[in-house]
């Protein structure tokens, strides 16, 4: 079954372009996307690779209230 997250993300332009991605309740979570359609894509395989990371490390996410 697959989760849905919703998460505030904040897109800083570059000024070569494009945007670096964050949010700010998962600090680890960073990403970058060359336009705003990639963004979603990106931000969903960086979320992906910390979910997995933290389990392999066996611990909990942080909690995000």
Do not use: W
């Not at 700010?24 to 970058?32: A, K, N, S």
Request: net charge negative.
């Amino acid at each position: 079954m697959q989760q849905i997250y919703k998460l505030p993300l904040l897109l800083e332009p570059q000024p070569e372009g494009g945007y670096t991605v964050t949010c700010p309740l998962l600090p680890d979570l960073i990403t970058e996307a060359d336009c705003i359609e990639e963004v979603i894509p990106h931000v969903s395989d960086a979320l992906a690779a910390l979910i997995e990371a933290y389990e392999d490390l066996n611990q909990p996410l942080p909690s995000v209230v």
